[in-house]
């Protein structure tokens, strides 16, 4: 599956962001699919992830902040950001693996390019 990021820009803290990955085959939801995020610096750190068997689960520092939802007619998924501060300041990246959902990077196999958000004070 190949995966395609977009909608990332430059926002006021206190604002809200929409970004989303397109992903391309027949079988998009059979993937348990993720949102990373990467700060200058820093490692890549788990987001949040809609999993193959309905599930979503969210980093504590986004819960209740940050919404993931996918369309699966369209193959695509959503990462809905709102309450967004400084610290949310990262590339952006969609990530697809087959079975069950994972918080680790390593585990992904497929991952999109990354769409930037920065967000000024």
């Known amino acids: 599956v190949q995966l395609q990021a977009s909608g990332g820009g430059l926002v006021q803290a206190g604002g809200s962001l929409r970004v989303s990955c397109a992903a391309s085959?027949?079988?998009?939801?059979?993937?348990?699919m993720a949102w990373f995020r990467q700060a200058p610096g820093k490692d890549r750190e788990f987001v949040g992830g809609?999993?193959?068997?309905?599930?979503?689960y969210y980093a504590d520092s986004v819960k209740g902040r940050f919404t993931i939802s996918r369309d699966n007619a369209k193959n695509t998924l959503f990462l809905q950001m709102s309450s967004l501060s400084p610290e949310d300041t990262a590339v952006y990246h969609c990530?697809?693996?087959?079975?069950?959902?994972?918080?680790?990077?390593?585990?992904?196999?497929?991952w999109g390019q990354g769409t930037l958000v920065t967000v000024s004070s």
């Open positions: 809609d999993w193959s068997g309905g599930s979503t």
């Open positions: 990530a697809a693996k087959t079975g069950g959902g994972s918080r680790y990077p390593s585990a992904y196999d497929y």
């Open positions: 085959g027949r079988t998009f939801s059979r993937y348990s």
